[in-house]
């Protein structure tokens, strides 16, 4: 089974920081490049980090700087630290490969966790 479990975000003010964890399927991880996805209401997905299976990382430029994602192969767990944080990066939190995993023809997404910031 696939199985993408998101946890960490919450409320904070502008110039915060919170660490998002990820516990991903071992089917989903290890070979896999990893990423991190966020969703505000009404917008489409976007892409704000990705992490490879040796450590090379990348970043949409709205978040380089900010924000670092790293990985541990062994608990197969994908992490997205958040430093100061801006209100425009409130949104749903996702973690998935890279490029998203699909299952019989749909992507496959777990609930996510919501980040909220405040002015």
């Known amino acids: 089974q696939e199985q993408l479990v998101e946890s960490g975000g919450g409320l904070v003010q502008a110039g915060g920081s919170l660490r998002l964890s990820c516990a991903a399927s071992r089917s989903l991880f290890s070979t896999v490049d990893m990423g991190w996805y966020r969703q505000a209401p009404g917008k489409q997905r976007e892409q704000v980090a990705t992490?490879?299976?040796?450590?090379?990382?990348r970043y949409t430029g709205s978040v380089k700087g900010r924000f670092s994602i790293s990985r541990d192969n062994l608990k197969d767990m994908v992490y997205l630290q958040m430093n100061s944080l801006k209100p425009e990066d409130t949104a749903n939190y996702f973690c998935n490969s890279d490029p998203p995993v699909r299952i019989n023809g749909r992507g496959y997404w777990g609930q996510g966790t919501q980040v909220t910031v405040s002015s």
């Open positions: 992490i490879t299976e040796d450590g090379i990382t």
